[in-house]
């Protein structure tokens, strides 16, 4: 190789070498750009990719695609590769402010501008009289530099959404020329829990295949859990009807069984949660640990099908690998976060809701709450599992608070109450 090739090469080299950062393959600069026009009440949304190979397309179900107008926009699919995720940037971002910055994560189903910019709607308001904003606008208006992810899959793996938080954590840090001591705080909702606490809890090292994942980089000061599945879910498992609605109004959404009874037929449903790749990653077998199948588990044939759901087997409904199959083929996730517990050097706070119907369905006169009611619950997680702090603290990390408020799943990210505790939490201000 002549010496002029060879200098060409090694600075090619450098330049890649400069261009990546942690232990996947981010580039610390954006693929896309959405400007302040079609991003708002977002300042900018920058598409951001990790080129890791353990990075993989995650299949979407049709009622689970990126069907935001400016998310597809941004991604610019509706189907984007898991390399792929946004950073969303709050206007005021960049301000000079003393105030620690703060990164907000979504949670199954949802993104940041529904979870945060928008609550009341999936689809874009005009953003100019947003009438119900969320807790981006509040936090902006309190002085807070705020940022938003939304990952490429709304039910995708737990793991690979970690790896992405902390490239987001990486790029907030560049944008903001924080230097070696630089921390974010972290407001996370529901699902968007699993993606910090794997992060947090560095357990990664424990999966050989995702060995390759970025370790915790110490580059969190505080997270705040809302509404988050500390000790996992069980409900594809816990309730029969629960498949036969989700099939009945082609909800997007996991189910239990691997073959089911449906208006006549069977439908093969195998291969159907690797549409969720992320959902059996939370899930945890609570009738062990202590609730109880109640009315809504009930199946007319003795309960036959009740158990075979939940414990495995098949009946003249359906055909069952069981929880705790589905718990051990996914690696006892919930388990292993639970033992290893996050980081003590960071400072977290729990709210959760007790509202139990998070709907109501109207026959003739009367309506029908519908929610979790097989125990204490925010209509969508049972309470014992919201508030499980030992799963935290396992390592000597500190549970500053815990706070509850009566209203369900998603009033946790939208109600004045839960808001002015999350601000409290960031900023120490004691509001209990």
């Known amino acids: 190789m002549k010496k002029s090739a060879v200098v060409v090469f090694a600075i090619a080299i450098v330049l890649m070498a400069t261009s990546f950062s942690f232990a996947g393959g981010f580039i610390d600069k954006p693929v896309n750009v959405i400007g302040p026009e079609e991003a708002a009440p977002w300042a900018k949304i920058e598409c951001l990719s990790d080129a890791a190979p353990g990075f993989v397309f995650e299949e979407f179900h049709p009622q689970c695609k990126q069907t935001h107008t400016v998310l597809k926009s941004a991604f610019m699919s509706e189907e984007p590769h898991s390399k792929y995720f946004l950073l969303h940037y709050a206007p005021g971002w960049d301000k000079k402010t003393d105030k620690t910055p703060v990164l907000l994560v979504h949670g199954a189903g949802s993104h940041a501008f529904h979870s945060w910019a ?91 295949k995702y060995k390759w994942i970025t ?110 199959s ?42 029908i709450p519908v929610g979790e009611m097989a125990d204490h619950s925010d209509g969508v997680l049972f309470l014992k599992s919201a508030i499980y702090k030992r799963g935290l603290t396992a390592r000597g990390a500190k549970v500053e608070a815990v706070k509850t408020v009566k209203t369900h799943h998603v009033g946790l990210i939208v109600l004045p109450e839960a808001l002015n505790f999350i601000e409290g939490a960031l900023s120490g201000r004691d509001n209990n």
């Not at 009341?120 to 530099?145: H, R, S, T």
């Not at 059996?280 to 759901?309: E, K, P």
């Not at 919930?334 to 960071?346: A, Y």
Request: proline share 5%.
């Open 215 to 324: 370790p915790f980089k110490n580059d969190v000061r505080k997270v705040v859990f809302v509404a988050s599945p500390l000790r996992g879910l069980d409900t594809s498992y816990r309730y029969y009807a629960y498949s036969l609605t989700v099939m009945l109004k082609d909800i997007g959404a996991p189910m239990a069984p691997k073959s089911l009874v449906y208006m006549g037929g069977i439908i093969d449903l195998k291969d159907y949660n690797k549409k969720f790749p992320g959902q059996d990653q939370m899930l945890n077998n609570w009738v062990r640990d202590g609730i109880d199948f109640n009315r809504q588990s009930y199946t007319a044939d003795m309960n036959l099908t009740m158990h075979a759901l939940y414990n495995g087997g098949d009946t003249t409904l359906l055909c069952s690998e069981g929880i705790d």
């Open 326 to 367: 589905a718990i051990k083929k996914s690696g006892n996730v919930i388990e292993t976060l639970c033992r290893k517990g996050i980081d003590p050097s960071v400072t977290a706070f729990i709210l959760a809701g007790t509202k139990q119907d998070i709907d109501n369905i109207q026959i003739g006169p009367w309506k």
């Open 118 to 208: 928008h609550p009341y709607f999936m689809q874009a308001p005009d953003p100019k009289n947003i009438e119900k904003p969320g807790l981006m606008q509040f936090l902006v208006e309190k002085g807070y530099p705020v940022f938003a992810i939304t990952f490429s899959h709304p039910h995708g793996d737990n793991f690979l959404q970690a790896q992405q938080l902390a490239n987001a954590i990486g790029r907030i840090k560049t944008v903001l020329n924080g230097g070696a001591d630089f921390k974010v705080d972290i407001v996370c909702h529901s699902k968007g829990a699993m993606a910090t606490r794997i992060y947090l809890s560095d357990i990664s090292d424990q999966y050989e």
